[in-house]
């Protein structure tokens, strides 16, 4: 279901810029949806960004958690970094939901784990994305 536009009064000054932008997309159809692919791509950004940020966020606050704990008598077996997956009991949310593929990087696990040392949190921000956005945008 798309987002409702947000509503922003127009002032004065820009008035006749707005006036100038409709003239424009009535004239050229191929500006028209030049700017509107544009438009989408700073969105989509956005919101890649934004699941970067709360992905890595997340995590840290999930590693930080976990190294509070005696050290796991058995390796952790969630496959998904830190603060991702049904498997991490620091999981919240949307985050909780997300199943990712185990991939080595530059994060360190505080606890031993069955895939190794480290983790790549940028591989979970695809899968948010499609989340967020829904399948078809995320591509």
Known sequence: MPRPASKTPITEPFT???AEAMVAYTL???YA???CASATRILHKRVSWQARTDLRATSAAAVAECAKLPEFA???SNPSPCGV???CRFSTGELAVLQIE???GKSLRPQPHRDGPTY???AAVKELVTLREGPRRAA
């Open 120 to 122: 790549d949190v940028e």
């Open 28 to 30: 050229d159809s191929s």
């Open 33 to 35: 949806a030049a700017m």
């Open 85 to 87: 997956g049904a498997g």
């Open 16 to 18: 006749d810029l707005l």
């Open 74 to 76: 058995n390796a952790c």
């Open 102 to 104: 185990p991939k080595p």
